[in-house]
């Protein structure tokens, strides 16, 4: 099974700091154990490099992107994401919602992964399915 993976849920991995830190560290050796395909896009990447490197600093950028980006599923975003993403954010009107996340649930759709790893309600607003804390 494959499980969309958010910003979210990468940042409280990694802060030890983060209020969800010990939760996420649960969360994610579970997965691991189950052999579950972590689907994330490359949005969500970039979005993750900027706070980490902003919050936690280049040691902790350079681990992301040399340790934990090559076990991961990415979807690269192109035109018709983007679009879709876009028209999505706009016709919600929601000031809290992000493009990432519209680009988000769109991978989701497209790809029929139901289940998310993240701390953000958007994606059970919008329909999908934490994955069991």
Do not use: N
Request: aromatic share 12%; glycine share 4%; hydrophobic share 50%.
């Amino acid at each position: 099974m494959a499980v969309f993976l958010d910003t979210s849920a990468i940042f409280a991995f990694l802060d030890s700091d983060d209020d969800r830190h010990a939760a996420a560290v649960e969360t994610w050796g579970r997965l691991a154990l189950r052999s579950e395909q972590l689907v994330t896009h490359s949005y969500v990447i970039v979005e993750s490099s900027a706070l980490i490197q902003r919050r936690l600093g280049w040691e902790a950028l350079r681990d992301f992107l040399e340790t934990m980006v090559p076990l991961f599923a990415i979807v690269w975003i192109d035109e018709s994401l983007q679009a879709a993403a876009s028209a999505a954010l706009l016709t919600s009107g929601k000031r809290g919602l992000s493009l990432a996340d519209c680009a988000s649930f769109e991978v989701m759709r497209r790809t029929g992964i139901r289940t998310f790893f993240a701390y953000d309600a958007h994606f059970a607003e919008m329909g999908f399915e934490a994955v069991e804390d």
